[in-house]
């Protein structure tokens, strides 16, 4: 099995290029929807992280907004929050390894990669980029984000330019769709004939 790993800065557009690799076979861990789960309605996470963040979950689960402003800009809070995540999320992905042992390739869809160590853990690494200016009208576009809010969670993400230097393939998502999705089948092909960069 190879393990692609999957990243891009905020508003690249990698949830887009992860589903490419589903609507191609390729099996995908999605590492913020199984934050999600874990963090939803009567997620194991929830009284952990309400013991530590007062206030920031309810009967729908965490209370998103509530637990960003608890977080961030706050290193330690951060820290705090990730020790309770990162190992149910790995259990989560041994999980889905387990389920999908017999996959000549997976993908591990994870926005952090880089910035907490997973890319030691992959066999490639895939980096989603768009141009500044576009990465910044996609994110803005979002309900509830504000220009400071989207400063904040840049400065704890690697630049993409850097982001791209160490990635063994770059898809872009500042073009059409069709040449995205024929970036992907690119690397998908690469991969299985054992190549890279």
């Given at each position: 099995m190879i393990v692609l790993g999957l990243t891009g800065s905020i508003g690249m557009g990698k949830s887009?290029?992860?589903?490419?690799?589903a609507d191609a076979g390729v099996p995908v861990f999605d590492a913020d929807a199984a934050v999600h789960r874990l963090q939803g309605p009567d997620g194991p996470?929830?009284?952990?992280?309400?013991?530590?963040f007062p206030g920031t979950t309810d009967p729908a689960g965490v209370d998103r907004a509530a637990?960003?402003?608890a977080v961030l800009g706050d290193d330690a809070a951060m820290r705090a929050l990730e020790a309770i995540v990162h190992p149910a999320v790995r259990v989560e992905r041994e999980a889905f390894l387990a389920r999908h042992h017999d996959a000549p390739l997976v993908v591990f869809d994870v926005p952090l990669?880089?910035?907490?160590?997973?890319?030691?853990?992959?066999d490639r690494v895939v980096v989603v980029s768009a141009s500044a200016p576009i990465q910044r009208e996609r994110t803005l576009a979002r309900p509830g984000m504000t220009a400071a809010k989207f400063?904040?969670?840049?400065?704890?993400?690697?630049?993409?330019?850097?982001?791209?230097?160490?990635?063994?393939?770059?898809?872009?998502?500042?073009?059409?769709?069709e040449q995205t999705r024929a970036a992907v089948m690119r690397v998908i092909a690469c991969v299985q004939r054992g190549q890279g960069r």
């Open positions: 887009t290029v992860a589903a490419m690799f996470l929830l009284v952990a992280i309400e013991a530590r637990l960003g402003q990669l880089f910035e907490t160590g997973g890319d030691r853990g992959v400063d904040a969670i840049l400065s704890r993400q690697l630049p993409d330019s850097e982001k791209r230097a160490r990635a063994d393939f770059v898809i872009p998502t500042d073009v059409p769709l």
